[in-house]
């Protein structure tokens, strides 16, 4: 199994500035793609930002120009740096990532597939 764990999210006042993290651990035989979405109260979760294996990048026009994906490949972790925070960047961040696994079944045997994971969120409030 492959787990995804982020961090770096908190309280910062709008104007400032933010570094999420998204750390992917597990049987991972390599990484599609990952991404951020964010749900704020009352919302729909949307894609903030997302990466390719070959380091393409894509955001939502809200974010452009303000936040930043990356990903070091060695360490199979994602990174969100995000300045110039507004109020409306309030929301829960989630991490993403479609990948490749090595998982096991109950018999006791192995296999390799596709997956899709998801992390459990972090809190990111814009005070303004």
């Known amino acids: 199994q492959v787990q995804l764990v982020e961090s770096g999210g908190g309280l910062v006042q709008a104007g400032g500035s933010l570094r999420l993290s998204c750390a992917a651990s597990?049987?991972?035989?390599?990484?599609?793609?990952m991404g951020w979405h964010r749900q704020a109260p009352g919302k729909q979760r949307e894609s903030v930002a997302s990466?390719?294996?070959?380091?393409?990048?894509n955001y939502t026009d809200s974010v452009k120009g303000r936040f930043t994906i990356s990903r070091d490949n060695a360490k199979n972790t994602l990174y969100l740096q995000m300045n110039s925070l507004k109020p409306e960047d309030t929301a829960v961040y989630y991490c993403n990532a479609d990948l490749i696994e090595r998982g096991r079944r109950s018999s006791g045997s192995y296999y390799i597939a596709r997956a899709n994971y998801w992390g459990q969120g972090t809190q990111v409030t814009v005070s303004s």
């Open positions: 597990g049987s991972i035989i390599s990484i599609n793609f």
């Open positions: 990466i390719t294996s070959r380091g393409n990048t």
